[in-house]
C-alpha cells in the first residue's frame, strides 16, 4: 500500500513522508478504503510555502490509521459520489478554499464565510451582507406540505442554528439543519503566525466548552509530538480521569434533558443537580467547572494531590447509588420507555454510510471507539465498555450513555487510586518540528475529537484542522427525523446533543 | 411512583440558602484575583507579557476583569507574588471600566439603576441570546434551573419570547453570523429593556480576540448594563450578579 502511510495517534512524521499522488490515484485509493471498512477522520485543504493547494486525508481502517495527499487544482470529481461520508468534509473544503468538487449532490455552504484565497464564493455569497445566505432550502411541494422553520435563536438557553422541517401533518419528511452562526474564525486564528504562544491552550478549550477536556487534549498531545515532549504518567491518568468526569458529566445531564423532554421531571431535576456535582469534581482539578485551565501542553498546569484524588473517589462513592437508582426508575418507567422506543432510528447501515460516530455510532451498531482502537494517555487502564442495545433510537442512544456512565464512573475511581502525586509543568513556548504532520484523536464524550497539523519549514503552524464529532453526526439527527413526528424533534436532539460552537468553529 | 417516592427520598432537599446564608465553593475556584502592588516589577512585567488574554496592566498593576480567563496562569507564573485568586465569586459591574482593578469591585448593588430595581425587582423575565462563544457560558447559564440554584424562587426567569422579555443575557463575542439575529432579538423587547454581557467573551472577545470574524464587544452593538466576568461566570457568580442589581 504504497499510496497510504501507515501512522500512529499522536506521533509526528516529516511532512515529505506524506505520499503525494495523482489525483485519480487519491481517488481511487481513498474510495476504495472508504467503501470498504474504512472511514475518513480528517479530509481537508491547505496551503503549502509556496501557496500551492494541497489535499490531505487521514483514513481510519480497523485500528490503524492512514494518510495520504493529493494536488487537486481548482476543481475536482467529488469523492461524494462514490460514498456519502466525505459530503461534509467536501463542502468545508470549497467554503474554505473555493475548490469545487464537481458533480457534489448538495454542494451548499458550511459556516457561512468567505474563504481563504479571495477566490471567488463557491456558492456564490456575498459575506458583506447581514444574512449572506444565498441559497434555496431544500422543498417538498404539495398541496400538502407545510414548512416550519426554527431559529438561529432558540426558545431556550442553546447555541443557534437553523432547523428547516417539510411536514405533512404531524410527519416530518424531511429536515434540514443549517449551521455557522457560532462561526468565529478558530482555525484561522489558531493558525496565526504572530498569535501569542500562550493563547492557543485557551482558544483549544473554547472550540465546544463542553468537550473543553477532550478538545484540549487533542491540542496538547499535537503539540507535544511536535515539540518532542514526554507526559509524565501520573500526568496522563489525570488527563484520562479528566475526560471521563467530562464524560459521566455531560451524559449524566443528557439523561436529564431527555426526561425533560417527556415531562418525566422528577428525574431531570435530579440529574441536573448531578451533573453539577461532577462538573465541581472538574473545578476540583482545574478550577474551573468546564476543566478549562487544566490541560496544557507536557502536562497539566496544576498540582493534583491525595487531597483532590480523595474527594474525587469519595464523591463518586456517594452519588454512586443514587446515579443508579435514578437510572433504574427512568429505564423502568413505562411512560419513558414508550416514547424512547423506536423513535428517531437510524438503522446500522445509514449510520455507516453517513460515517457516524462515538455515542449515536455505537447506539446503531457501529462498534467504534478512540479509547480501544487508537489508545492514548492512560486508556490501557480503562477497561472495554460495551452497549446491550444498539438498534439505532432514542432509546439506544440513551442507553448507551447509562453504560458509559458507570463504565467511566468505575475507571475514575481506578485511575484515582493511585497514590502518586501528579506534578504540574510551567507554561513555556515549545519550538515545533519544522515540516512536520501529526494527527491526534480522542474519545471526547460525543465520539471522535481530532486535531491535524501541519508545520512549515520554519516550524510555524501551517494549517491547524480541528474536527469535532458533532462533525459527523449532524446528518445523522436529519435523518433520524425522517417520518417521525415534529413533536418528537426535541427529544431525537437531546438524544443526539451536538455541539454547534464544535461544528461552527 | 413508589420508586419516585423512594429515589425523592434519597436525592433529599438540596436548594442552597444563598444569599441568606453564604456558599462554600471548593478551594480551587478561581474568583476575584488581587493584584499586589508590591510586586517586584520586573516579575510583574514578565508575568504581564506570558498573559495569553493581555489581561495585566504591569505599569498600573491592574487586571482587567473583562479580559481575563481566570485561567490562573499569572498566579501560576508568578508564585502568587503577582496575582492571587480568592474564592470569592460575587464578581460583577455596572461600567466597563470598573472591571479593570487591583482587586475591588463597587458594590454592585449600590450602583445598578435604581429604575431597573423598582421595574424588575420582583419580577425578570429574561431572554438569552447565544452568539458565538463555547457553549459553556450558556450550559452554566442554564443550570440555574436546577434545583440547588433555583433561579425561580427569586422570580427570575428565562423565556422564549423577546416579546416576553425584559432583557437579553448575551453569550458569545457575537459573531459576524450572529450580529443580525442578536440586534434583531432586542430590538423585538419592549422598552425599558436590560442588556446583559456574560462571560469574558461578550464583554471583550475572550480567547477569541482579535479574529476577524466576530465583534468581539457587545457593548459597541448595543449598550450594557450589565457585565459579568467569567470564562465561564461561575452560576453563583450570575447568580449574585442578577440578586444584587434587580433586587
Redesign the interface.
Request: proline share 8%; glycine share 12%; charged share 15%.
Given at each position: 500500500m504504497d499510496n497510504l502511510l501507515a501512522i500512529d495517534n499522536g506521533k509526528a512524521i516529516p511532512r515529505s513522508d506524506i505520499p503525494e499522488l495523482d489525483f485519480s490515484v487519491f481517488r481511487e485509493t481513498v474510495v476504495q478504503i472508504v467503501k470498504g471498512a474504512g472511514s475518513p477522520v480528517q479530509f481537508f485543504a491547505y496551503e503549502d510555502e509556496q501557496k500551492k493547494l494541497r489535499l490531505l486525508t487521514v483514513l481510519r481502517e480497523d485500528r490503524q490509521l492512514y494518510v495520504t495527499g493529493c494536488l487537486p487544482g481548482d476543481e475536482y470529481p467529488a469523492l461524494t459520489r462514490e460514498c456519502e461520508k466525505f459530503h461534509l468534509f467536501e463542502r468545508e473544503i470549497a467554503e474554505q478554499f473555493g475548490v469545487r468538487p464537481t458533480g457534489h449532490p448538495w454542494l451548499k455552504m458550511v459556516?457561512?464565510?468567505a474563504n481563504q484565497r479571495q477566490k471567488q464564493d463557491i456558492f456564490g455569497n456575498d459575506y458583506r451582507q447581514?444574512?449572506p445566505g444565498n441559497y434555496p432550502y431544500f422543498k417538498v411541494e404539495g398541496d400538502a406540505v407545510h414548512e416550519v422553520a426554527v431559529g438561529?435563536?432558540h426558545?431556550?438557553?442553546?447555541?443557534?442554528g437553523h432547523f428547516r422541517f417539510q411536514c405533512v401533518g404531524e410527519k416530518v419528511l424531511h429536515l434540514e439543519i443549517q449551521l455557522?452562526?457560532?462561526?468565529?474564525?478558530?482555525e484561522?486564528?489558531l493558525e496565526?503566525k504572530k498569535l501569542?504562544p500562550?493563547?492557543r491552550?485557551?482558544?483549544a478549550?473554547?472550540?465546544?466548552?463542553?468537550t473543553?477536556i477532550g478538545h484540549s487534549l487533542c491540542h496538547a498531545q499535537a503539540i507535544e509530538a511536535l515539540a518532542g515532549l514526554e507526559v509524565e504518567e501520573s500526568s496522563q491518568r489525570i488527563r484520562s480521569a479528566a475526560l471521563e468526569i467530562e464524560r459521566i458529566a455531560n451524559h449524566i445531564g443528557d439523561l436529564g434533558a431527555l426526561c425533560g423532554d417527556v415531562a418525566f421531571t422528577?428525574?431531570l431535576?435530579?440529574l441536573?443537580?448531578i451533573?453539577?456535582e461532577f462538573?465541581?469534581l472538574l473545578?476540583?482539578?482545574?478550577?474551573?467547572?468546564?476543566g478549562?485551565?487544566l490541560i496544557r501542553p507536557g502536562g497539566i498546569?496544576?498540582p493534583v494531590t491525595t487531597e483532590?484524588r480523595t474527594?474525587i473517589r469519595e464523591k463518586i462513592s456517594a452519588e454512586r447509588?443514587?446515579i443508579t437508582?435514578?437510572c433504574?426508575?427512568l429505564f423502568?418507567?413505562h411512560t419513558v420507555l414508550a416514547r424512547f422506543e423506536h423513535t428517531g432510528t437510524v438503522s446500522c447501515g445509514d449510520a455507516d454510510r453517513l460515517g457516524l460516530v462515538g455515542v449515536a455510532g455505537r447506539a446503531s451498531g457501529l462498534d467504534y471507539d478512540v479509547r480501544t482502537s487508537f489508545p492514548s494517555e492512560a486508556c490501557h487502564l480503562l477497561g472495554p465498555c460495551s452497549n446491550q442495545r444498539t438498534a439505532g433510537d432514542v432509546y439506544s442512544r440513551a442507553s448507551v450513555r447509562r453504560e458509559e456512565i458507570s463504565h467511566s464512573l468505575a475507571a475514575v475511581y481506578r485511575l484515582l487510586a493511585e497514590e502518586r502525586d501528579a506534578v504540574?509543568v510551567?507554561?513555556q513556548t515549545h519550538p515545533l518540528a519544522a515540516e512536520s504532520f501529526v494527527v491526534t484523536l480522542n474519545e471526547a464524550w460525543r465520539g471522535e475529537v481530532s486535531h491535524c497539523l501541519l508545520t512549515d519549514d520554519t516550524g510555524a503552524i501551517l494549517r491547524y484542522k480541528v474536527k469535532d464529532p458533532s462533525f459527523h453526526n449532524w446528518s445523522g439527527l436529519a435523518l433520524a427525523l425522517r417520518n417521525q413526528g415534529i413533536s418528537d424533534f426535541p427529544l431525537c436532539n437531546k438524544s443526539f446533543n451536538l455541539?454547534?460552537?464544535g461544528f461552527?468553529l | 411512583m413508589l420508586?419516585?417516592i423512594?429515589?425523592?427520598r434519597?436525592?433529599g432537599y438540596?436548594t442552597s440558602k444563598y444569599p441568606r446564608e453564604p456558599v462554600q465553593?471548593?478551594a480551587?475556584?478561581?474568583g476575584l484575583p488581587t493584584v499586589h502592588q508590591d510586586c517586584d516589577r520586573e516579575l510583574a512585567r514578565t508575568c504581564a507579557g506570558?498573559?495569553?488574554?493581555?489581561a495585566i496592566d504591569a505599569d498600573n498593576m491592574m487586571i482587567d476583569l473583562g479580559r481575563c480567563?481566570?485561567?490562573?496562569?499569572c498566579e501560576?507564573?508568578s508564585r502568587g507574588k503577582l496575582v492571587t485568586?480568592s474564592n470569592n465569586f460575587e464578581l460583577g459591574a455596572c461600567n466597563r471600566d470598573e472591571l479593570v482593578t487591583s482587586g475591588s469591585l463597587p458594590a454592585l448593588a449600590d450602583h445598578s439603576k435604581k429604575h431597573f430595581k423598582s421595574l424588575f425587582g420582583r419580577s425578570l423575565q429574561l431572554r438569552?441570546?447565544?452568539?458565538?462563544?463555547?457553549?459553556?457560558?450558556?450550559?452554566?447559564?442554564?443550570?440555574l434551573?436546577?434545583?440547588?440554584f433555583d433561579l425561580q424562587r427569586f422570580g427570575i426567569d428565562?423565556v422564549?419570547?423577546p416579546r416576553h422579555a425584559d432583557g437579553i443575557l448575551v453569550t458569545?463575542?457575537v459573531?459576524?453570523?450572529?450580529?443580525?439575529?442578536v440586534l434583531a432579538?432586542w430590538e423585538a423587547i419592549p422598552s425599558p429593556r436590560v442588556v446583559i454581557a456574560s462571560g469574558c467573551?461578550a464583554i471583550s472577545g475572550?480567547?477569541?480576540y482579535?479574529?476577524?470574524?466576530?465583534i468581539g464587544d457587545l457593548n459597541s452593538l448595543i449598550p450594557v448594563d450589565l457585565y459579568i466576568p467569567g470564562?465561564?461566570p461561575?452560576p453563583m457568580t450570575t447568580l449574585h450578579a442578577l440578586l444584587s442589581f434587580f433586587k
Open positions: 459556516r457561512y464565510h447581514p444574512i438561529p435563536v426558545a431556550g438557553i442553546i447555541e443557534p455557522g452562526y457560532q462561526h468565529r474564525g478558530v484561522t486564528l496565526q501569542h500562550g493563547r491552550p485557551l482558544i478549550e473554547s472550540i465546544a466548552g463542553d473543553a422528577p428525574p431535576n435530579w441536573g443537580r451533573r453539577g462538573l465541581n473545578l476540583t482539578l482545574a478550577g474551573n467547572r468546564f478549562k485551565g498546569a496544576l483532590q474527594l447509588a443514587g437508582h435514578v433504574d426508575l423502568s418507567a504540574p510551567a507554561a455541539s454547534y460552537c461552527d | 420508586k419516585v423512594r429515589n425523592r434519597e436525592q438540596r465553593l471548593y480551587r475556584y478561581r506570558a498573559c495569553p488574554q493581555q480567563t481566570f485561567c490562573g496562569q501560576i507564573q485568586f438569552q441570546i447565544s452568539a458565538g462563544g463555547c457553549n459553556a457560558c450558556e450550559a452554566d447559564t442554564n443550570v434551573g436546577t434545583p440547588f428565562f422564549a419570547s458569545g463575542p459573531s459576524h453570523n450572529m450580529q443580525q439575529a432579538t467573551c475572550g480567547p477569541f482579535g479574529s476577524s470574524d466576530i470564562c465561564p461561575h
